[in-house]
């Protein structure tokens, strides 16, 4: 259950590189917080994490996550998600996609050995979160990411627990990627496919490295090429989160907020905007 909230940020090889990494501390006159950006699945060989992230763990009081992970196991949810994932009205895949582009789904689909008539009533996105699955699964993505990993240490550690976005709101988001324009969420989704595992080694050794250059091409061509999809999931996402992390920096508790590494760079990114409102930004190294 847990994997279908965190698959649809895949945009994310172990280095033993001595440089910056995803980490920065913000802050603003005497308080401070952590702001981490998260590959949300991982492989075994990804771990141990670069040490800033631990060190920004102990530093900290209170860990504050995108959406509360626990409550992704609940079987009301898992209800709550079927009823949202499937195309309203009866309508089914053929319905809402050209013929062309069903066709070019169909046929990603049976290299990954999915049927795609099987999945005819559920809309796009979760067809693709899916197919994503598999192919993670394939390429020995099985690991915890971030997220799950300081979730847990966090519980161990006995920390306060916050969260940026209620699991009820992810659940929009996942389900509603691409709606009024499926035809472009799924070439969009499709187009690097077969080259998702050379993809995700270069995203993640950026990652680690704490290099943006790659992510930032990435976002701006998700910008330039799906404006709508990029508005959805970052810029409106990172403006929603804006107010509490600044509450985060103003009051006495030092946080440690992990959210996904896309969303911290670029002109929209947290990054940048939190520069903009004169916060102090310091990368980890």
């Given at each position: 259950m847990?994997?279908l909230?965190t698959?649809f940020l895949?945009f994310f090889?172990?280095?033993?590189?001595?440089?910056?990494t995803?980490?920065?501390?913000?802050?603003?006159g005497g308080?401070?917080?952590?702001?981490a950006?998260?590959?949300h699945l991982?492989?075994e060989?990804d771990?141990p994490?670069?040490?800033?992230f631990d060190i920004a763990?102990?530093?900290?009081k209170?860990?504050?996550?995108?959406t509360?992970?626990?409550?992704?196991n609940?079987?009301?949810?898992?209800?709550v998600l079927?009823?949202?994932?499937?195309i309203p009205?009866?309508k089914?895949l053929?319905?809402?996609l050209s013929?062309e582009v069903y066709k070019?789904l169909e046929?990603?689909?049976?290299k990954l050995?999915?049927?795609?008539?099987?999945?005819s009533?559920?809309k796009?996105s979760?067809?693709?979160?899916?197919?994503?699955?598999i192919?993670?699964?394939q390429?020995g993505?099985?690991?915890?990411?971030?997220d799950?990993?300081?979730h847990?240490?966090?519980?161990e550690h006995?920390?306060?627990?916050?969260?940026l976005?209620?699991v009820?709101?992810?659940l929009?988001i996942l389900?509603?990627m691409?709606?009024?324009?499926?035809?472009?969420f799924?070439?969009?989704?499709l187009?690097?496919?077969?080259d998702m595992?050379?993809?995700?080694?270069?995203?993640?050794k950026?990652?680690?490295n704490g290099?943006?250059?790659?992510?930032i091409?990435q976002?701006?061509?998700?910008k330039?090429?799906?404006?709508d999809?990029y508005?959805?999931?970052?810029?409106d996402?990172n403006?929603n989160?804006?107010?509490?992390?600044?509450?985060?920096i103003?009051?006495?508790v030092t946080?440690?907020?992990?959210?996904?590494?896309?969303?911290?760079?670029?002109?929209?990114?947290?990054?940048?905007?939190?520069?903009?409102?004169g916060y102090?930004?310091?990368?980890?190294?």
């Amino acid at each position: 259950m847990k994997q279908l909230f965190t698959l649809f940020l895949l945009f994310f090889v172990l280095t033993k590189a001595q440089a910056q990494t995803s980490v920065w501390r913000v802050s603003s006159g005497g308080n401070e917080i952590y702001l981490a950006g998260s590959i949300h699945l991982l492989k075994e060989s990804d771990y141990p994490l670069p040490k800033e992230f631990d060190i920004a763990f102990n530093k900290s009081k209170k860990v504050v996550f995108e959406t509360d992970i626990d409550k992704l196991n609940d079987p009301q949810i898992a209800q709550v998600l079927l009823s949202k994932a499937m195309i309203p009205d009866n309508k089914t895949l053929k319905d809402v996609l050209s013929e062309e582009v069903y066709k070019k789904l169909e046929q990603e689909c049976n290299k990954l050995s999915i049927p795609l008539a099987s999945l005819s009533r559920f809309k796009p996105s979760m067809v693709i979160v899916t197919m994503s699955g598999i192919k993670l699964q394939q390429m020995g993505v099985t690991a915890d990411g971030v997220d799950q990993h300081f979730h847990k240490k966090a519980k161990e550690h006995e920390k306060t627990l916050g969260f940026l976005e209620t699991v009820e709101e992810q659940l929009d988001i996942l389900t509603s990627m691409g709606e009024g324009n499926e035809d472009s969420f799924v070439n969009y989704s499709l187009e690097d496919m077969d080259d998702m595992e050379s993809a995700m080694d270069e995203m993640t050794k950026n990652w680690r490295n704490g290099s943006s250059d790659l992510m930032i091409t990435q976002l701006t061509e998700m910008k330039n090429e799906y404006p709508d999809i990029y508005k959805s999931i970052m810029v409106d996402r990172n403006n929603n989160w804006m107010p509490q992390i600044e509450g985060f920096i103003n009051d006495e508790v030092t946080e440690f907020v992990i959210v996904g590494a896309l969303h911290l760079h670029g002109p929209d990114g947290l990054l940048n905007m939190l520069k903009a409102k004169g916060y102090k930004v310091e990368q980890l190294q």
